[in-house]
């Protein structure tokens, strides 16, 4: 890495794969940062495609997209159902002995150990899981949040399988031991889905530091401008890490 090279910060979206939250990052990470949004089979950008539902598929897809010996430093962001995404990838490429992310960050999402607080996604009716996935109340139905939800029930049945066989998947133990990235934990006070007291869960899934920040909002807090800047500051400082790494090995 040199003191020029941006740190690149590829991010996973909530449930629905909804990249447009990303749209306004760039301009709010700050200097050396670039934001890259992934797009999975059957969001945006890849609507043509089947969603996938298995870890297996999950890992066919974007597995090829980071086998990069060299990626130089790398951070993983993943909101909600994207906070697995980016948790299942990791654990996938240190399985796999490739260079995992500098830092992964995960916002509103608990650890996989947790038990959910969903009902099962096939035996749910429509009203339960808007219920649940409401917040239980925390979402208005008229709001703009409500409003989504109900038009993206189909779709949050399809990622809420997913989710489910992400979580089965993270409680097997992996074959190359515990991680040894460190951990960065976004919560809002006002999402009782995932509050910030969840951060101590994720504790015993790395054996690397486990830090915790609260931002304003409620599931959807990735649509304001805390987010970035406290992920911009982030990646800086993982940049500045592995300069100073490489600066050793060197020398």
């Known amino acids: 890495m040199s003191d020029g090279q941006s740190v690149r910060l590829h991010c996973f979206a909530h449930s629905e794969g909804g990249l447009s939250i990303f749209e306004h990052w760039a301009a709010h990470t700050g200097p050396g940062v670039?934001?890259?949004?992934?797009?999975?089979?059957?969001?945006?950008?890849?609507?043509?495609?089947?969603?996938?539902?298995?870890?297996?598929?999950?890992?066919?897809?974007?597995?090829?997209?980071?086998?990069?010996?060299?990626?130089?430093?790398?951070?993983?962001?993943?909101h909600g159902l994207g906070a697995m995404v980016a948790f299942t990838l990791t654990r996938a490429l240190h399985e796999a002995g490739l260079p995992g992310p500098a830092l992964l960050a995960v916002g509103a999402c608990p650890p996989p150990d947790t038990p959910s607080e969903l009902p099962d996604v096939r035996g749910a009716s429509d009203a339960e899981l808007l219920h649940v996935l409401g917040g239980e109340g925390a979402v208005p139905a008229e709001s703009d949040e409500g409003i989504w939800l109900r038009a993206m029930l189909p779709v949050l049945r399809a990622d809420l399988e997913l989710s489910r066989?992400?979580?089965?998947?993270?409680?097997?133990?992996?074959?190359?031991?515990?991680?040894?990235?460190?951990?960065?934990?976004?919560?809002?006070?006002?999402?009782?889905?995932?509050?910030p007291t969840i951060a101590e869960g994720w504790q015993q899934w790395t054996t690397g530091p486990t830090r915790l920040r609260t931002v304003p909002g409620h599931h959807f807090f990735a649509r304001g401008r805390g987010l970035p800047r406290l992920?911009?500051?982030?990646?800086?400082?993982?940049?500045?890490?592995?300069?100073?790494?490489?600066?050793v090995a060197v020398g």
């Open 231 to 247: 992920l911009g500051r982030a990646c800086r400082v993982a940049g500045r890490l592995a300069l100073a790494r490489e600066s």
């Open 34 to 78: 670039e934001v890259l949004p992934v797009a999975l089979p059957g969001g945006e950008r890849r609507r043509s495609e089947p969603r996938v539902t298995t870890h297996e598929a999950l890992l066919a897809d974007l597995l090829p997209l980071f086998a990069d010996p060299d990626p130089g430093p790398y951070v993983l962001y993943g």
């Open 165 to 195: 066989a992400l979580e089965e998947a993270a409680r097997k133990p992996s074959s190359a031991g515990p991680l040894s990235t460190p951990v960065l934990v976004v919560a809002s006070q006002d999402n009782p889905l995932a509050p």
